[in-house]
């Protein structure tokens, strides 16, 4: 049974940071991408990042561009995504999900949420004014 568990979600200032992590069991975890996506009350989901299986490639949202950085630790089978400066409409419920696309898919199949086949149950960030 595969599980993706996501946490280090929570409530912080405009400007600061927190570091979402993604525990994955049930799965190889260095045979598949891994992204993170967002949802705000009221939108639809969108993708904020995606890494390649082997981390040689990252994706980022242009809205989170120099901001987020993902990365991934293949020997804790885990994902992890670093927010820095943080604005208010950086607050939603954050997922990660896994992909089995192949290696050298772009930013395009990686954005797109129908291309994963595994979610977590998502958590909170919260980012006051």
């Known amino acids: 049974q595969v599980q993706l568990v996501e946490s280090g979600g929570g409530l912080v200032q405009a400007g600061g940071s927190l570091r979402l992590s993604c525990a994955a069991s049930?799965?190889?975890?260095?045979?598949?991408?891994m992204g993170w996506f967002r949802q705000a009350p009221g939108k639809e989901r969108e993708f904020v990042a995606a890494i390649t299986w082997s981390g040689g490639n990252t994706f980022v949202a242009d809205s989170v561009k120099g901001r987020f950085t993902i990365s991934r630790d293949n020997a804790k089978n885990t994902v992890y995504l670093q927010m820095n400066s943080l604005k208010p409409e950086d607050t939603a419920v954050y997922y990660c999900?896994?992909?089995?696309?192949?290696?050298?898919?772009?930013?395009?199949?990686?954005?797109?949420?129908?291309?994963?086949?595994?979610w977590g149950q998502g958590t909170q960030v919260t980012v006051s004014s």
């Open positions: 049930g799965l190889t975890f260095s045979n598949y991408g």
């Open positions: 999900a896994a992909s089995r696309l192949p290696y050298q898919s772009g930013i395009y199949s990686y954005g797109r949420s129908g291309n994963y086949d595994y």
